[in-house]
């Protein structure tokens, strides 16, 4: 380089010094860290970018997380002091990191806030997350459990809607199976999963754990009800003693009439559109589901993820306003028709014309009608065990009556660290 | 002398060091948690971590779930272990026989498999077993026996489970079979010859005597192996169906790291070094009797 060129450069780099100096500093952008979870992670990208758009000060490092492997990395990165300032949780993961005492209170928040307004969620589900009167999460999505079903198959046997009852629900399966016979079913419920039976026990009144959520209540008369209606329906023939992964592609069997209803989650809908055959794309329908005691007795349980902030967060304020963008009933319509997941706030399912919706409504429904589960950090395993207990009296193993006193037994020494725990703090 | 002696250990102290730090401390530090209650309630606070003394291992005793887990892993190293040898010793025989061509290829063939992943693997087998659609049933039922639900049926899960591993497993013993049946002088297998002794003979008095310490090394190899069976029934049936595939590390993995009872979890974890001790003294003894 000539010396005249760099004599050149150097005066250019002066005027770029001294422009630079000339002009306020733009602001330093705050950058806050946001784990998503699974799907969702992916799904959120456009409006996390919408939200940096409409605040310029804050730059929102998302990090997508598979679903399987959430609960360890969060606790890792807990131990590891590396935690996010925002992240999703599941709704029954905020008891265990309350716990922990990782995760920061909301109330004042929620009280000061001009756009999250408790009012507007569903009552069931924003129950989700108050622990001892705290409140520790915004919920993001929702999910419950409603039945699928072959109305034309329901309506061969008498039934042009789905029943309201247990009673009136075991008699459509009665004619069901008289009418199928052979490798059909009227019911498909995966004995993989524990929520048919924590349901049922629900719905006959009993509130899964007692005494403050320190002993179990499964023995008690109200589960022992909604537990023996529900082995009586693998019992009765009503239910193959099938898991979801025995059952090869459970569309397929759907729509060939193996089953004809089938207990399960929001994600089915755009399943069931997606992978049934035209054919049957006008035979199925949903419904909330039936209850023993009157319509105030069909309850399900109250799902779903949502928004918490890490008490660590030194970027509190920043990360406050992405829950609260997030919670907006506009960006609940976005993202339900990003991912198919259920909004949060009854504003967007009416706004975005989903509470009338002819698969959505039931959940709608149902989601009038939705209870917490216990919220303690054991619940997992609680849940777990009860999946054991039933797949062993599902399979005539032990007998009801056996299987949930030795259940009882069971989450009760679970649950003595936790009683301990509860007797120390004064 | 004495010079010597701490020149030994500068030399030795990198090594010690490294060995102390990443395996001697945490097993101490195991050893001691398995002697406390410290779960989810003591990562929040340490405070409430308990010295508990033996109540760790009562309670794993008193436990139907640890016998049952117990008794999956005896039966899967006991089954698996004897049938990995002898699938892996039959093999080295015929890649190793004289009359056969292409030898090469067939020892990489048959080790392929251990040099696979487990997971991929694993899930391949899955749809192997599948009950409706898998390649076994279909292979079953051409020649009429019954569709076996593989995994989904407590009295077949292990069984399959004992199918994937010795598949994925005996390549490497089978090397190791192969290098020692290759130090077999010759000369022994002609003089053998000259007497008289036919093939059966000669594999019975010349092959397995001079065989033996390459079968004892990979008995214990393959034992202490199985007895930590973990990946296979993680991937494939998440110890189930009604706990009949769930292993000892399985159980130790989900106390500890699922429901995050780390004491007890720990606890499970020296149970399972005991038996794995008990196993390997038992086989090294076993090989010095009969060698007496």
Same mark, same amino acid.
């Given at each position: 380089m000539s010396p005249r060129a760099s004599a050149g450069l150097g005066l250019l780099a002066l005027c770029a010094v001294l422009v630079g100096c000339g002009r306020p500093a733009p602001p330093k952008a705050e950058t806050i860290q946001f784990w998503a979870l699974g799907r969702e992670g992916e799904a959120v990208e456009p409006l996390v970018r919408e939200f940096e758009r409409q605040h310029p000060g804050i730059r929102v490092r998302l990090q997508q997380i598979p679903f399987s492997a959430a609960h360890e990395k969060l606790l890792t990165a807990y131990m590891?002091?590396?935690?996010?300032?925002?992240?999703?949780?599941?709704?029954?993961?905020?008891?265990?990191?309350?716990?922990?005492?990782?995760?920061?209170?909301?109330?004042?928040?929620? #009280?000061?806030?001009?756009?999250?307004? =408790?009012a507007d969620y569903f009552p069931g589900i924003w129950q989700t997350n108050l622990i001892h009167d705290g409140l520790y999460g915004i919920p993001w999505y929702v999910d419950t459990r409603v039945i699928f079903y072959r109305t034309d198959?329901?309506?061969?046997?008498?039934?042009? #809607?789905?029943?309201?009852?247990?009673?009136?629900?075991?008699?459509?399966?009665r004619s069901l199976k008289q009418l199928a016979g052979g490798h059909r079913y009227p019911i498909f419920l995966p004995t993989n999963e524990w929520a048919q039976p924590v349901i049922f026990g629900m719905q006959a009144g009993s509130p899964i754990l007692k005494d403050g959520d320190r002993?179990?209540?499964?023995?008690? =008369?109200?589960?022992?009800?909604?537990?023996?209606f529900y082995v009586g329906l693998f019992r009765d023939g009503f239910a193959p003693p099938l898991g979801a992964n025995d059952i090869g592609n459970v569309y397929q069997e759907f729509a060939r009439g193996t089953f004809a209803m089938w207990i399960t989650g929001p994600w089915n809908i755009g399943q069931m559109r997606a992978q049934l055959p035209p054919e049957v794309q006008e035979q199925w329908g949903t419904a909330p589901l039936p209850g023993p005691d009157g319509d105030s007795s069909r309850v399900s349980f109250a799902g779903g993820s949502s928004l918490v902030l890490f008490r660590r967060s030194r970027h509190a304020a920043a990360a406050w306003q992405l829950i609260e963008f997030l919670s907006r009933p506009d960006q609940q319509v976005r993202f339900y028709e990003l991912t198919g997941d259920l909004p949060a706030r009854r504003?967007?399912?009416?706004?975005?014309?989903?509470?009338?919706?002819?698969?959505?409504?039931?959940?709608?429904?149902?989601?009038?009608?939705?209870?917490?589960?216990?919220?303690v950090p054991e619940w997992e395993l609680i849940a777990t065990r009860v999946l054991e207990y039933a797949e062993l009296s599902i399979r005539g193993r032990t007998p009801p009556d056996a299987a949930l006193g030795r259940l009882d037994r069971e989450v009760d020494r679970s649950l003595a660290k936790r009683?301990?725990?509860?007797?120390?703090?004064? | 002398m004495k010079g010597a002696g701490r020149a030994a250990w500068v030399l030795l102290a990198p090594a010690l060091l490294l060995i102390g730090f990443f395996f001697l401390l945490p097993v101490a530090a195991a050893a001691i948690l398995s002697f406390t209650d410290f779960d989810i309630y003591a990562v929040g606070d340490p405070a409430n971590t308990r010295w508990i003394g033996l109540a760790n291992y009562a309670t794993l005793l008193g436990q139907p779930v640890f016998?049952?887990?117990?008794?999956?892993?005896?039966?899967? #190293?006991?089954?698996?272990?004897?049938?990995?040898?002898?699938?892996?010793?039959?093999?080295?025989?015929?890649?190793?026989?004289r009359v056969v061509r292409y030898k090469s290829l067939f020892r990489t063939i048959y080790f392929a498999p251990f040099v696979t992943t487990l997971v991929a693997v694993a899930l391949v087998w899955r749809y192997l077993y599948h009950p409706q659609y898998g390649l076994l049933n279909y292979v079953l039922g051409a020649i009429g026996l019954g569709p076996i639900d593989w995994l989904g049926d407590p009295r077949w899960a292990m069984p399959a489970i004992i199918g994937l591993a010795v598949w994925k497993n005996f390549g490497y013993s089978m090397l190791i079979l192969i290098a020692g049946l290759q130090s077999i002088p010759q000369e022994l297998y002609e003089a053998a010859e000259l007497d008289g002794a036919g093939g059966w003979t000669r594999f019975r008095y010349v092959t397995l005597p001079l065989l033996r310490p390459a079968l004892v090394f990979v008995g214990v190899i393959t034992t202490i192996g199985y007895l930590q069976l973990f990946a296979e029934p993680y991937v494939m049936t998440q110890g189930g169906p009604l706990r009949s595939t769930t292993s000892l590390v399985l159980l130790m993995y989900e106390e500890a790291f699922r429901w995050w009872r780390i004491g007890y979890g720990s606890a499970i974890a020296f149970v399972l070094f005991v038996i794995v001790l008990v196993a390997t003294l038992l086989q090294l003894r076993l090989q010095r009797g009969e060698s007496a």
């Amino acid at each position: 380089m000539s010396p005249r060129a760099s004599a050149g450069l150097g005066l250019l780099a002066l005027c770029a010094v001294l422009v630079g100096c000339g002009r306020p500093a733009p602001p330093k952008a705050e950058t806050i860290q946001f784990w998503a979870l699974g799907r969702e992670g992916e799904a959120v990208e456009p409006l996390v970018r919408e939200f940096e758009r409409q605040h310029p000060g804050i730059r929102v490092r998302l990090q997508q997380i598979p679903f399987s492997a959430a609960h360890e990395k969060l606790l890792t990165a807990y131990m590891g002091d590396a935690v996010p300032d925002v992240a999703q949780l599941g709704n029954t993961w905020v008891a265990e990191l309350t716990v922990l005492d990782a995760l920061e209170r909301l109330d004042s928040h929620v #009280a000061s806030s001009s756009s999250v307004d =408790s009012a507007d969620y569903f009552p069931g589900i924003w129950q989700t997350n108050l622990i001892h009167d705290g409140l520790y999460g915004i919920p993001w999505y929702v999910d419950t459990r409603v039945i699928f079903y072959r109305t034309d198959l329901l309506a061969r046997a008498g039934f042009p #809607a789905m029943p309201a009852t247990w009673p009136d629900w075991v008699a459509a399966m009665r004619s069901l199976k008289q009418l199928a016979g052979g490798h059909r079913y009227p019911i498909f419920l995966p004995t993989n999963e524990w929520a048919q039976p924590v349901i049922f026990g629900m719905q006959a009144g009993s509130p899964i754990l007692k005494d403050g959520d320190r002993y179990g209540a499964f023995a008690d =008369s109200a589960f022992r009800r909604g537990f023996e209606f529900y082995v009586g329906l693998f019992r009765d023939g009503f239910a193959p003693p099938l898991g979801a992964n025995d059952i090869g592609n459970v569309y397929q069997e759907f729509a060939r009439g193996t089953f004809a209803m089938w207990i399960t989650g929001p994600w089915n809908i755009g399943q069931m559109r997606a992978q049934l055959p035209p054919e049957v794309q006008e035979q199925w329908g949903t419904a909330p589901l039936p209850g023993p005691d009157g319509d105030s007795s069909r309850v399900s349980f109250a799902g779903g993820s949502s928004l918490v902030l890490f008490r660590r967060s030194r970027h509190a304020a920043a990360a406050w306003q992405l829950i609260e963008f997030l919670s907006r009933p506009d960006q609940q319509v976005r993202f339900y028709e990003l991912t198919g997941d259920l909004p949060a706030r009854r504003s967007a399912w009416t706004r975005s014309g989903l509470a009338t919706d002819r698969y959505a409504r039931a959940f709608w429904e149902q989601l009038q009608r939705v209870r917490p589960l216990p919220k303690v950090p054991e619940w997992e395993l609680i849940a777990t065990r009860v999946l054991e207990y039933a797949e062993l009296s599902i399979r005539g193993r032990t007998p009801p009556d056996a299987a949930l006193g030795r259940l009882d037994r069971e989450v009760d020494r679970s649950l003595a660290k936790r009683r301990w725990v509860l007797g120390r703090v004064p | 002398m004495k010079g010597a002696g701490r020149a030994a250990w500068v030399l030795l102290a990198p090594a010690l060091l490294l060995i102390g730090f990443f395996f001697l401390l945490p097993v101490a530090a195991a050893a001691i948690l398995s002697f406390t209650d410290f779960d989810i309630y003591a990562v929040g606070d340490p405070a409430n971590t308990r010295w508990i003394g033996l109540a760790n291992y009562a309670t794993l005793l008193g436990q139907p779930v640890f016998w049952r887990a117990l008794a999956n892993t005896c039966y899967f #190293a006991l089954v698996g272990g004897p049938l990995s040898v002898l699938v892996a010793l039959g093999a080295a025989l015929m890649v190793n026989a004289r009359v056969v061509r292409y030898k090469s290829l067939f020892r990489t063939i048959y080790f392929a498999p251990f040099v696979t992943t487990l997971v991929a693997v694993a899930l391949v087998w899955r749809y192997l077993y599948h009950p409706q659609y898998g390649l076994l049933n279909y292979v079953l039922g051409a020649i009429g026996l019954g569709p076996i639900d593989w995994l989904g049926d407590p009295r077949w899960a292990m069984p399959a489970i004992i199918g994937l591993a010795v598949w994925k497993n005996f390549g490497y013993s089978m090397l190791i079979l192969i290098a020692g049946l290759q130090s077999i002088p010759q000369e022994l297998y002609e003089a053998a010859e000259l007497d008289g002794a036919g093939g059966w003979t000669r594999f019975r008095y010349v092959t397995l005597p001079l065989l033996r310490p390459a079968l004892v090394f990979v008995g214990v190899i393959t034992t202490i192996g199985y007895l930590q069976l973990f990946a296979e029934p993680y991937v494939m049936t998440q110890g189930g169906p009604l706990r009949s595939t769930t292993s000892l590390v399985l159980l130790m993995y989900e106390e500890a790291f699922r429901w995050w009872r780390i004491g007890y979890g720990s606890a499970i974890a020296f149970v399972l070094f005991v038996i794995v001790l008990v196993a390997t003294l038992l086989q090294l003894r076993l090989q010095r009797g009969e060698s007496a």
